[in-house]
């Protein structure tokens, strides 16, 4: 079985970060869901203690034979 993998990254927004658009993150997961995409992991980057940069997901689904 072989893979493929995307990256999705989804910006925080505010003054010090944090803020993510939740319709904006859910309406691109369904469509990858759709597309054969399954989640994989999730994590944050940083741009200081406690504010969130940037939400990374990354997905993964089989190639095709």
């Known amino acids: 079985m072989k893979w493929e993998y995307k990256t999705l990254k989804q910006p925080a927004t505010g003054l010090f970060g944090g803020e993510i658009d939740g319709a904006n993150l859910e309406?691109?997961?369904?469509?990858?869901?759709a597309?054969?995409?399954?989640l994989v992991t999730s994590f944050v980057t940083a741009q200081g203690v406690g504010f969130t940069r940037d939400v990374?997901?990354?997905?993964?689904?089989e190639v095709p034979k």
């Open 35 to 38: 597309e054969g995409w399954e």
């Open 56 to 61: 990374i997901l990354i997905f993964k689904r």
């Open 27 to 33: 309406i691109s997961m369904n469509a990858l869901g």
